[in-house]
């Protein structure tokens, strides 16, 4: 470790972008009044104390999120649509599977309750596998950005997690309803009889 001083005449560019200082009393709004009085209006210079910097990196980190958030709203709203589609096929195919299910007492309600936790089992599954694969590509982006900044820690939000698996069940749920309700007005000889 050298002074920036000794080693910066040596360097083909220069990378310093920043320069830490204590003031007397703190970082105040006097303090920081002076600095910009004495350094000029500059607008390469800036001037923060540590809140400052910190809310800074902040708002980065929330718009990369707040984009994340955008596309993973898209992402759910074309599982909605495969949840449907699957479940959809899933019918039509096992109409007959159905219609004898029908006939040894199953009643449409019953119909109903089986789609709909066939959509909760496939919606829950895509939730928990995309969350286990999201929190190992964090702790592994995390991995890269800590040998670059020692102080990173990484912070799993269970709270919101949690939030997610939940809104995967509804989503599920919701996903169900048109082909629950077409499996359970399904004529039952007619579907026996389907090949």
Excluded: C
């Amino acid at each position: 470790m050298v002074d920036s001083a000794t080693i910066t005449p040596h360097m083909a560019t220069v990378a310093d972008f920043q320069v830490m200082l204590k003031t007397k009393g703190g970082a105040t709004e006097n303090n920081k009044e002076l600095l910009k009085k004495t350094l000029g209006d500059n607008p390469a210079i800036k001037i923060q104390n540590k809140q400052d910097t910190s809310d800074e990196i902040a708002s980065a980190f929330t718009l990369m999120l707040n984009m994340l958030y955008g596309l993973l709203a898209m992402a759910v709203i074309v599982a909605v649509l495969g949840v449907i589609n699957t479940l959809a096929m899933s019918v039509f195919e096992r109409s007959k599977e159905i219609g004898m299910l029908r006939a040894i007492g199953l009643d449409r309600g019953g119909v109903k309750r089986m789609v709909r936790l066939e959509s909760l089992v496939i919606s829950l599954f895509g939730g928990v596998l995309g969350l286990g694969l999201g929190v190992f590509f964090g702790w592994a982006a995390g991995e890269l950005i800590a040998t670059e900044l020692p102080s990173y820690e990484m912070v799993l939000p269970w709270a919101r997690m949690g939030l997610f698996i939940l809104m995967a069940a509804f989503v599920g749920v919701i996903a169900a309803l048109w082909p629950a309700r077409r499996a359970s007005k399904l004529n039952m000889l007619a579907a026996i009889k389907a090949e």
